[in-house]
């Protein structure tokens, strides 16, 4: 299995606080990703880095930023969460260089109360 | 017009049987399809990718693209209940990284 972690695999917050989730890779991969799933709507993107510090925008970034410091990292913050983003994230990489495989993080679970 | 369609099903199929799950994309310059198996609960994993028109085969699963069509399918031979999860295609677009998947077909085998 791809070395993808994520953190935390579950939570709960309140409207209006402020949430950050954590993607940790060890493959040393290029690219990264944040996708959002819902039922019936499959996953969505959020946004996606191509490289330490650029980043791009998804189809839903609205009320998402994120930030990656280090090639492992990569940070998925709502600002001030809302009951419409309760959904499971998932975080993937790739490496264009050698394949356009997609690998997934096991998914957090987020719900907003 | 959503850009990637699936049968959101569910698709039964008995033990031992062919499923047929199809999938039809919308952007023309597309150049990259996948499918991904995602068992309830868990993250979705690659089964096959495909990239030139005809069949591609890997084992029991078999993909086919018709890029004249905009449409790719997965055949499972010998169904297993093992096999029964929700099968994304994903088709990579702009031939950037930007990958975008459609809702799913959720299979169902009974044993």
């Known amino acids: 299995d791809a070395g993808i972690t994520q953190s935390p695999r579950h939570k709960v917050t309140e409207t209006g606080t402020p949430v950050t989730l954590r993607c940790h890779q060890t493959?040393?991969?290029?690219?990264m990703y944040w996708y959002r799933q819902d039922p019936g709507h499959g996953l969505r993107l959020i946004h996606y880095?191509?490289?330490?510090?650029?980043?791009d925008k998804g189809e839903v970034s609205d009320g998402y930023s994120v930030s990656r410091s280090k090639t492992e990292d990569f940070l998925l913050t709502l600002e001030s969460a809302t009951s419409s983003q309760t959904s499971v994230y998932f975080c993937?990489?790739?490496?264009?260089?050698?394949?356009?495989?997609?690998?997934f993080g096991p998914g957090t679970r987020l719900l907003v109360l | 017009q959503k850009e990637v369609e699936q049968n959101s099903g569910p698709l039964s199929v008995p033990e031992g049987a062919i499923a047929s799950l199809n999938c039809t994309y919308s952007?023309?310059?597309?150049?990259?399809f996948f499918w991904y198996r995602q068992y309830s609960g868990k993250s979705p994993e690659l089964i096959m990718s495909?990239?030139?028109?005809g069949d591609k085969e890997d084992g029991r699963f078999t993909a086919q693209l018709n890029k004249a069509s905009q449409y790719v399918s997965l055949l499972i031979r010998d169904s297993q209940p093992s096999d029964s999860a929700t099968y994304l295609c994903?088709?990579?677009?702009?031939?950037?990284?930007?990958?975008?998947f459609g809702p799913g077909t959720r299979l169902s085998v009974l044993p």
């Open positions: 952007d023309r310059v597309s150049q990259s």
């Open positions: 993937a990489i790739s490496d264009p260089t050698s394949t356009e495989t997609q690998y």
């Open positions: 495909i990239y030139s028109n």
């Open positions: 493959e040393n991969h290029r690219y």
């Open positions: 994903a088709v990579n677009i702009n031939y950037g990284q930007n990958f975008v």
């Open positions: 880095s191509y490289g330490v510090k650029d980043t």
